[in-house]
């Protein structure tokens, strides 16, 4: 049984489907054009939306076309009164999940609701799929706009399907946590909880208790039963951060914990059964730790069974910006801004900058910036001038290949200088630091362009 809205703005065609589909115990509503429609499905929830394309005031394309933009997540029929090829394929591309020829062939009518409604189901799950990556913050904290990360969210939504223990490495601050919880909102146990572990931060002699939990008496100061991080988490995402750091006691109990899919408390022996999804983090080469016996082999072989790289900062250059942005609303506690928010200028500084930190030294250098402008846009490249407080210098894009035939080396000065000027609004001390140079340097080449 289901609940269908109808929408034509012929009685007769209404009453026959309604006839129709009340024989299967639909349940059955009617609109005699696509704004009445449209009103009723912001009112109420139907599992399916049978149209007629051609209709005074709001035809069933642009029914479609709303329905899709407001995400209300309803397969919708179209009614066409031509059964050709032609009539079918424009019904399709427009978003229809199927059409129906007048006059109804009863057997077609239900065939078609039935496998609309199919589809509707795997609509809806896909609409609440957003919805949670939406509200998990997941979309505002990574941008997938470069190559490479668009490879490493590929692969989070493919693993996501499964429960497999996922490795993430790379180097500190690229947001691989970010991932892991990207991961976590993407699968079946976005409903349950995430719990992150960073291992660097528990004490050797505290971390078995800290995962697994204890009994009480297990040691000096255990006065009641305590649950680990492992049981906290079940049903839901482990995620261990810096996994590299486990002490080998540690590692043992994870392998065990992993194989057996259940583990016992510290000073216990009743087992606890785990059903969870462990995600794992580390900055440094677990394979390296292998070779020189700081790491079990065995333990590397069950965490690495679905590996992910996220690469640096410095290699997906195309996300500095609009990560930058991202940071700068987040610090600036705004949700949109219509003029300017970085000038050519700072976007050079930022773009050119090596950003050994990653992701989290951006993230840093944005807020840095939002509390010393007091919130106020754009960020120039004055702005920016710490970057080069501890000497790192920008980088340039790619090296420089002198021509055979040679240069106009005055030309190509005087156009470098005039750029830079251009892009720091006519600031030498933000221009000078565009060229890697010295205010009284860049001053000196500016008389030389000026030709004093």
């Not at 208790?209 to 297990?218: I, M, N, V």
Request: hydrophobic fraction near 40%; include cysteine.
């Amino acid at each position: 049984m289901a609940n269908i809205l109808i929408v034509d703005d012929e009685d007769r065609i209404r009453s026959i489907l309604r006839i129709l589909l009340e024989s299967r115990q639909h349940l059955i509503d009617e609109a005699e054009n696509g704004i009445t429609a449209l009103e009723k499905l912001e009112d109420n929830k139907f599992d399916l939306v049978i149209s007629d394309i051609r209709m005074d005031g709001m035809g069933g394309k642009e029914l479609l076309s709303e329905i899709n933009e407001r995400e209300i997540g309803c397969p919708v029929i179209f009614i066409t009164a031509y059964a050709s090829v032609e009539s079918s394929i424009d019904a399709l591309r427009l978003g229809a999940v199927d059409y129906l020829v007048k006059p109804f062939d009863e057997d077609q009518v239900h065939i078609a609701v039935e496998r609309a409604l199919g589809f509707g189901r795997i609509i809806s799950e896909n609409v609440i799929l957003q919805k949670r990556l939406k509200d998990s913050g997941a979309q505002d904290n990574i941008i997938f706009v470069s190559k490479a990360m668009k490879k490493v969210e590929e692969l989070s939504l493919k693993v996501a399907k499964s429960d497999a223990t996922v490795l993430i490495t790379g180097e500190s601050g690229v947001g691989k946590e970010v991932v892991a919880r990207f991961i976590h909102a993407s699968s079946q146990r976005t409903k349950n909880r995430f719990v992150p572990v960073n291992c660097a931060a528990i004490s050797p002699s505290l971390m078995e208790s800290e995962l697994f939990g204890y009994e009480k008496g297990a040691f000096t100061g255990a006065s009641n039963r305590t649950e680990g991080k492992f049981e906290f988490a079940n049903n839901g995402t482990l995620f261990l951060d810096e996994v590299g750091d486990l002490p080998h006691g540690a590692q043992a109990k994870l392998l065990r914990a992993i194989q057996e899919k259940a583990f016992s408390r510290v000073g216990g022996n009743k087992e606890v059964e785990l059903d969870i999804r462990l995600i794992c983090a580390t900055n440094q080469n677990l394979e390296q730790m292998v070779r020189e016996k700081k790491f079990r082999q065995d333990l590397f072989y069950r965490l690495a069974v679905f590996p992910i790289e996220v690469p640096p900062l410095r290699e997906r250059k195309e996300a500095i910006i609009p990560l930058s942005i991202d940071f700068i609303k987040k610090y600036g506690k705004m949700s949109d801004y219509d003029s300017e928010i970085i000038t050519g200028g700072g976007q050079n500084i930022l773009k050119g900058f090596a950003w050994p930190g990653n992701v989290r030294e951006l993230a840093n250098a944005m807020e840095r910036v939002m509390i010393l402008k007091s919130g106020k846009l754009p960020v120039t490249a004055d702005d920016l001038g710490f970057l080069n407080i501890d000497g790192t210098s920008v980088i340039l894009e790619g090296d420089f290949n002198l021509s055979p035939s040679g240069i106009d080396y005055d030309g190509l000065q005087k156009q470098i200088v005039l750029q830079a000027l251009e892009m720091a609004n006519d600031n030498k001390s933000s221009a000078a630091r565009l060229l890697g140079l010295s205010r009284a340097r860049f001053r000196t080449l500016v008389k030389l362009v000026d030709g004093e």
